[in-house]
């Protein structure tokens, strides 16, 4: 059973926009916290933003400003909006929850900044 499906990545310049889905189970995403994180090359997973069930959120100091997580109930999905972004920004983007065991990964989808 998929859970969690990532889309909306892509290749884009340096100081280009991308906005991320996150189309999650109803069962992960009503009774859970969310957040969004990346995997550069070379480099481990980190926290990139986080959204709670009742709409707080939290962004790492390397995207503040500039990205925005957001959460649709009718729709279970989660959304990271991506604007000013850089060469360091390029990585695959997941989503999970936030706080507690995480559910089963999705495939991720692949931003790529570049000019």
């Known amino acids: 059973q998929v859970q969690l499906v990532e889309s909306g990545g892509g290749l884009v310049q340096p100081g280009g926009s991308l906005r991320l889905s996150c189309a999650a189970s109803?069962?992960?995403?009503?009774?859970?916290?969310m957040a969004w994180y990346r995997q550069g090359p070379g480099k481990q997973r980190e926290l990139v933003a986080s959204i709670t069930t009742s709409g707080w959120t939290n962004y790492a100091d390397f995207v503040k400003g500039r990205f925005t997580i957001s959460r649709d109930y009718a729709k279970t999905t989660v959304y990271l909006k991506m604007n000013r972004l850089n060469p360091e920004d390029t990585a695959v983007y997941y989503c999970?929850?936030?706080?507690?065991?995480?559910?089963?990964w999705g495939q991720g989808t692949q931003v790529t900044v570049s000019p």
């Open positions: 999970n929850k936030w706080g507690g065991d995480f559910a089963s």
């Open positions: 109803g069962s992960i995403f009503r009774n859970n916290h």
